[in-house]
């Protein structure tokens, strides 16, 4: 009968462990310099999501790009923060063989 009621005290204690471990190897691992090239093409992107496919002989392709920038404030008054994602993708299928 313990057991059933301290289950759920053991899973919040493996959900903050789980929390604890990720935070120990993220603070440890050495983080790399930001490649400058890469920064640039994508502050390059236009605002928005574009997308155009190709074909070739033996290959298809879908390439992708998309960037959204907002500015906005968690508390009113409060100080502005800015959100910026950008991605660049590529999904390819060939004939192998």
Partial sequence: MPAITLTPLV??????AA????TAYAS????QP?????ERMLDRLPE??????HR???ER???????LRRVMRMIPGG???????????????RRVG
């Fill in 79 to 93: 100080p502005r923060l800015e959100v910026e994602l950008a991605g660049i993708g590529r999904v390819r299928l």
């Fill in 56 to 58: 070739a002989e033996a």
């Fill in 28 to 31: 440890r691992r050495v983080s």
């Fill in 11 to 16: 899973w919040t204690v493996a959900r903050l």
């Fill in 19 to 22: 929390v604890a471990a990720v």
């Fill in 48 to 53: 928005g999501v574009s997308g155009h496919s």
């Fill in 34 to 38: 930001k490649d400058l090239e890469h």
């Fill in 61 to 67: 392709a879908m390439h992708g790009a998309a960037r």
